[in-house]
């Protein structure tokens, strides 16, 4: 195997697993700072990566995309919360869903901060293999990678994290349903996004990505990376 190919795996693993642990100990951190304790007494508001592995939303998933070339996101295992617990159960629902998303931006932006800083110092890191993966490859593709995780999550449709917006016009006497609703809609969403686009020869998640997320990482950094 090419070592540009195994260089872009790594860089790929060692973005994915940073981008969705925070991720998710971000909406457990929101929750906590709400008045939810669950996700802390389930020991999720750590940063250990083992804590938050979903065998296929964490592993098959991306893996499977990175064989077909598609843009690669996936899911770790949700982090519990009560909306109970909530002054608002529908602004914190909606707060503890968009913390999510609201992380990896911050990463994204991040990465894209070190690239600017050492933009001119390009000729002096090309000179080293590591720094040479490090600027061209693993800082692109950490960036990407959150920002594909932060799109992905805004799309408004139930479990994803953009669904939570809708919690907000949804009577109080009807949460208990929608809730049940987001629980039982992941799996089918999933197949969606993997079978539909086989099936019809188009993935439409990975142009709304490309748009997205691309078009904004080449905002971001000083040079073209999508």
């Known amino acids: 195997m090419d070592s540009s190919i195994i260089a872009y795996y790594a860089c790929a693993i060692l973005s994915y697993v940073p981008a969705i642990v925070v991720h998710e100990v971000a909406h457990g951190f929101a929750a906590y700072k709400l008045g939810d304790p669950t996700a802390k007494r389930a020991g999720r508001l750590s940063l250990n990566p083992i804590k938050h592995i979903d065998p296929f939303g964490t592993v098959i998933l991306p893996l499977l995309l990175m064989i077909l070339h598609w843009p690669i996101f996936g899911y770790a295992k949700p982090v519990p919360y009560n909306p109970s617990y909530f002054k608002d159960p529908r602004k914190g629902d909606a707060i503890t869903g968009l913390a999510g998303p609201a992380s990896n931006l911050i990463m994204a932006g991040i990465a894209a901060i070190i690239a600017w800083v050492l933009y001119d110092s390009w000729p002096l890191l090309a000179q080293n293999p590591i720094g040479f ?22 799309i408004p449709i139930p479990p994803l994290d953009g669904s939570s917006i809708i919690a907000l016009f949804i009577p109080e006497k009807s949460l208990p349903k929608w809730y049940a609703i987001q629980q039982y809609a992941f799996p089918i969403f999933i197949l969606c996004v993997v079978v539909v686009p086989y099936v019809i020869d188009f993935n439409p998640f990975g142009w709304y990505l490309n748009v997205t997320a691309g078009n904004l990482a080449n905002l971001m950094f000083p040079f073209r990376i999508a």
């Open 133 to 154: 993966y490090f600027y061209s490859m693993f800082l692109p593709t950490f960036c990407l990678i959150n920002l594909y995780l932060m799109f992905f999550n805004l």
